[in-house]
């Protein structure tokens, strides 16, 4: 056997056992990859599912808060006529009670902002005459504006315009304020009447 032919194989099999261990290697690659992946891939679909489910519990939430604001004008009825002035305060106080914690939770930003404007109307209904209007007048007109806006989004239309009676108290606002304000300074308060924010 000539020494050419020893060398040939000799090189041959080193480049076959090299190809061999640089084939390993490259597996060895492919699959810390592939397993990286996979473990990046997992952890995208579990916030997705966190987020999925953190999602779905926000909705359920909202829905509850829309109940519970739905509800607490039922359970505390508002009559225009023949309802003593002290038990139309209490209404308007229990439900307002119920928007000023409920109104957090809802998710749509004009509804919750519309919602808190109820809120701060009738807060001051519970104190006395708003504008023109009394208690009874602003419980019963708070009412019905609820119902239509929590209607319009319950069936995904866009939130309409105040109802009559509504969008004048809403138009107002300023006036209405300016005589809060006046009547805590004649009372020898010092409190500022804070304006609507959204929570």
Known sequence: MEWATVVTVL??????????AI???????QAKIARQENLEDAEIARS?????????ERGAREMRAVESIL???????IMLLNQPREETVLSITKIYMV???EQSFILDGELRQRVTEICYFLDLAAGGDVGEYSPAEVGFLARNETWMLMGAWARGEDLPDSIEGWGEIRRSRA?????????????GLRVTIPPISTY
């Not at 090189?11 to 061999?20: A, C, M, P, Q, R």
């Not at 084939?23 to 690659?29: F, M, P």
């Open 48 to 56: 997705q599912a966190i987020e999925d489910g953190n999602r779905k």
């Open 99 to 101: 928007l000023g914690f």
């Open 11 to 20: 090189i041959g099999g080193l480049i076959g056992l090299s190809g061999d």
């Open 175 to 187: 006036e209405i304020e300016a005589h809060w304000q006046q009547k805590l300074r004649d009372a």
């Open 71 to 77: 509800s607490a004008y039922l359970e505390n009825p």
């Open 23 to 29: 084939g390993r290697i490259g597996s060895r690659r």
